[in-house]
């Protein structure tokens, strides 16, 4: 107090405990978070005895090993680690890093049974989306299985958010402004044939998709190979 400011070497480490799977939100850039498996439920606390047990032991086992320092100043990429990561992206945020990064997987899993739909009693938001985005993802389907790289219009990736996230407003305006707070910057491009706004975007697909794709483009390849 009423002392002037000093830089000291920081040698301090926390670690977190907390009930809840997302203690802390950790960024995909971070590189300060070691995380340790979830126990969902509680665990009896030992004995004061067995604790003192344990202790010479984890002494000795300390002792035993040499220190990698390079190793502690690393952070380790495990799957606990991406789960919590994954807890704290947002539909929005993983929609717009899928059309950004050419996830067509994702996307063409989010698809909406076509009986489902058709069957549907009454025309809901949701069903009319689900309807404009299957067509949508099965006329990109043709074009990538040709030709991955190719453009994606604001007004595709307006259906796409309106389908995977829901309660988005249309107006060209507020989808731009919506993509760039997600990292998808729009420029002018030209889509079939006319000058719009969109992305460049190269497909990426896995081969099981690209089989799926190429049998319900071609039905009678099925018929051939069970003849």
């Known amino acids: 107090m009423r002392q002037s400011t000093i830089d000291a070497p920081n040698y301090a480490s926390f670690l977190f405990s907390s009930n809840r799977p997302q203690p802390v939100y950790i960024p995909p850039t971070d590189r300060r978070y070691n995380v340790g498996n979830y126990q969902p439920n509680k665990l009896a606390r030992p004995d004061d005895e067995i604790v003192a047990n344990e202790l010479e032991k984890f002494a000795q086992w ?12 690393m952070i380790e990429e495990t799957e606990a680690r991406n789960l919590i990561q994954k807890l704290g992206i947002s539909s929005v945020q993983e929609t717009c890093t899928a059309m950004k990064t050419g996830d067509f997987d994702k996307l063409w899993l989010s698809m909406t049974d076509d009986d489902l739909i058709n069957r549907a009693p009454v025309q809901t938001a949701h069903t009319i989306n689900a309807a404009a985005y299957n067509m949508l993802m099965k006329n990109i389907a ?46 002018q491009i030209r889509h079939n044939g006319k000058k719009t706004y969109g992305i460049n975007v190269e497909w990426m697909m896995s081969d099981e998709i690209r089989d799926e794709i190429t049998l319900m483009l071609n039905p009678k390849s099925k018929l051939r190979k069970i003849k």
């Open 142 to 187: 043709e074009r990538a299985i040709v030709e991955p790289k190719m453009t994606l219009s604001r007004d595709e990736m307006a259906i796409i958010l309106m389908y995977n996230v829901g309660n988005i407003r249309p107006e060209p305006n507020r989808i731009t402004s919506l993509l760039r707070h997600n990292g998808v910057e729009t420029k």
């Open 62 to 73: 300390l002792l035993a090993h040499k220190a990698d320092v390079q190793a502690a100043n």
